[in-house]
């Protein structure tokens, strides 16, 4: 299942955020030894939990195994602060109708009951909740940061601009806008193994 966590729902689902964390250390700080801030085994910025969104996927077990968050770009976001340098036309964004989409994590700790294709599945529904997240807030579009392979990804199932290139630690990273649209939503919903009566996402409290 894919929940929403609001801004005002923090305190109430403090077990939930941290479990995200723990799943971003293990995949950021400790797989992909990004240069990322983690103490305690939690990977956490100064953006987080600051009017930041996410949707967290949680298996039959309660186990986040998938992550994501959202920042309205009139807020601070990372395209004012560590890569204030890659998007020359930022002030164009900075509104309420763009949002950073970042730190997308997955679970690649395969073990049983749990496997290659689970993990498949998991990015493809946390993609379907946010185009449908981002239809219901009427949002713009996404602005995301990654290096070329996610952004490839991300061009199977959205219409993409690419805005920018750089070189971060001599790797190249791109900048990409995308729009939630329903023919990308209906792309999304053949690729995920949603179970009957199952909603896209709910917003966390009401499961």
Same mark, same amino acid.
């Given at each position: 299942?894919?929940?929403?966590?609001?801004?005002?729902?923090?305190?109430?689902?403090?077990?939930?955020?941290?479990?995200?964390y723990r799943?971003?250390?293990?995949?950021?700080?400790?797989?992909?030894?990004?240069?990322?801030?983690?103490?305690?085994?939690?990977?956490?910025?100064?953006?987080?939990?600051?009017?930041?969104?996410?949707?967290?996927?949680?298996?039959?077990?309660?186990?986040?195994?998938?992550?994501?968050?959202?920042?309205?770009?009139?807020?601070?976001?990372?395209?004012?602060? %560590?890569?204030?340098?890659?998007? &020359?036309? *930022?002030? +164009?964004?900075? #509104?309420?109708?763009?949002? =950073?989409?970042?730190?997308?994590?997955?679970?690649?700790?395969?073990?049983?009951?749990?496997?290659?294709?689970?993990?498949?599945?998991?990015?493809?529904?946390?993609?379907?909740?946010?185009?449908?997240f981002g239809?219901?807030?009427?949002?713009?579009?996404?602005?995301?940061?990654?290096?070329?392979?996610?952004a490839r990804?991300?061009?199977?199932?959205?219409?993409?601009?690419?805005?920018?290139?750089?070189?971060?630690?001599?790797?190249?990273?791109?900048?990409?806008?995308?729009? %939630?649209?329903?023919?990308?939503? &209906?792309? *999304?919903? +053949?690729?995920? #193994?949603?179970?009957?009566? =199952?909603?896209?996402?709910?917003?966390?409290?009401?499961?």
């Amino acid at each position: 299942m894919v929940y929403l966590i609001t801004p005002n729902e923090y305190s109430t689902h403090r077990d939930d955020l941290d479990a995200m964390y723990r799943l971003r250390h293990k995949v950021f700080f400790e797989k992909l030894k990004w240069q990322v801030n983690s103490e305690d085994g939690m990977e956490k910025d100064e953006y987080d939990e600051n009017n930041t969104y996410y949707l967290i996927f949680k298996d039959k077990n309660n186990i986040v195994r998938g992550c994501q968050r959202y920042i309205p770009m009139n807020n601070p976001c990372m395209f004012d602060g %560590p890569f204030d340098f890659v998007l &020359s036309n *930022l002030k +164009d964004y900075k #509104n309420a109708q763009h949002w =950073e989409a970042s730190r997308m994590a997955v679970d690649y700790d395969f073990a049983e009951g749990y496997t290659k294709e689970d993990a498949k599945n998991v990015c493809c529904r946390i993609l379907a909740a946010s185009v449908l997240f981002g239809l219901d807030a009427e949002i713009k579009s996404f602005v995301t940061l990654s290096y070329p392979s996610p952004a490839r990804i991300l061009s199977q199932f959205f219409s993409t601009s690419l805005l920018a290139r750089s070189v971060v630690n001599n790797e190249e990273i791109h900048v990409t806008e995308y729009s %939630p649209l329903a023919e990308s939503y &209906s792309k *999304l919903l +053949d690729k995920i #193994n949603l179970p009957a009566n =199952e909603p896209v996402y709910i917003l966390q409290g009401q499961g």
